[in-house]
């Protein structure tokens, strides 16, 4: 092979690095160091009255995680098709063991529907599908988890710097150690998995006695998600979805793109679909198709409101259908719907 000139391998290397992530250069224990890191450190002292000292040392202290930032570029929500992603959750171990944490906290999940107006089975399905029911919470130091993304990921680092900020925030007004905590790839942490603003926002002490903990404390967790569900405004004794026995093109007007319903259950009916007859025409529906067992075929379902608000959880229609089969699971005994 003929020798590149000068010139080119310079071209080349320029184009080379160019497409590296913006922030890839930062070595381990070097935030504090980098223009973005200085920038947070300001943001901190400035508008939250830290100490740059304090600041400056955690940021020092996080290490950036290549395997966090394989993680987020391929999630299950987007690399798995329907039954594939539904066979991780929609499991008889996972029943069995969603039954037992209901009629543990049978008072708990209770008292959270006479509040918020969510089923235990909705709140407890969420538990279930996040962290097998507290079982796994994640193995990432949340710092390494939000720095990671924060510094070194720019396709989000926006919004992961401010999870950082929030995590500080939320650290500093709970008493915890920002060093110590661990929790998802992407810094969601305890029962329910919540991000930090998230747990500023929506945790409660659901169980009276002071601390609004969802790190070690299924109570408060129970509460917490729950009051997440209703603040999204999950409607109580509205359904969720239902199969149709039935099936729509692809390219149908019927199947729309967004995740909000934008039609209404009447639309549907003067379409010819075998709606169920207790639904208002009013309501607003989405049509969803999924891919059935047989791979030549498809799951046809009608969802709802209240499918819509499980999705404002985890933005994908994959997983709230999945968490509405482990609720109707968990009422039932049955993995099937």
């Avoid at 009255?49 to 996080?62: K, M, P, T």
């Amino acid at each position: 092979m003929r020798s590149l000139p000068v010139v080119h391998l310079l071209k080349a290397l320029v184009l080379m690095l160019c497409g590296l992530p913006m922030a890839a250069t930062a070595a381990a224990g070097q935030y504090p160091q980098t223009p973005q890191g200085q920038a947070f450190i300001r943001t901190m002292v400035e508008n939250f009255g830290f100490e740059a000292s304090r600041v400056e040392s955690l940021l020092g202290d996080a290490r950036r995680n290549e395997t966090i930032l394989e993680s987020i570029s391929r999630p299950a929500e987007k690399t798995l098709d329907w039954q594939s992603y539904r066979k991780i959750f929609i499991r008889p171990e996972r029943i069995a063991q969603g039954q037992e944490f209901m009629a543990a906290h049978a008072d708990a999940l209770a008292r959270a529907e006479q509040d918020y107006g969510v089923p235990p089975e909705i709140v407890t399905a969420i538990i279930g599908v996040e962290t097998w029911y507290g079982r796994y919470m994640g193995k990432y130091r949340v710092l390494d988890a939000l720095a990671t993304l924060a510094f070194d990921y720019p396709p989000r680092s926006r919004f992961f710097r401010s999870e950082l900020e929030q995590y500080l925030l939320m650290t500093r007004e709970q008493g915890l150690d920002p060093l110590a905590l661990k929790g998802s790839y992407a810094g969601a942490m305890g029962y329910g998995q919540f991000i930090s603003s998230s747990y500023r926002h929506y945790a409660v002490d659901f169980d009276g006695d002071g601390l609004a903990d969802i790190l070690a404390n299924p109570v408060d967790a129970i509460g917490s998600v729950a009051n997440y569900f209703s603040a999204h405004r999950w409607q109580p004794g509205e359904p969720v979805a239902d199969p149709l026995d039935a099936d729509l093109v692809a390219g149908s007007r019927l199947l729309t793109r967004g995740l909000k319903p934008s039609l209404q259950v009447a639309d549907f009916r003067q379409a010819g679909l075998p709606v169920p007859e207790s639904l208002s025409p009013e309501l607003p529906a989405r049509a969803l198709r999924l891919q059935a067992e047989d791979e030549n075929e498809h799951e046809l379902w009608l969802t709802y409101r209240n499918f819509y608000v499980i999705t404002r959880y985890n933005h994908s229609h994959l997983y709230a259908m999945a968490v509405y089969q482990l609720a109707e699971a968990l009422k039932s005994g049955d993995d099937g719907v």
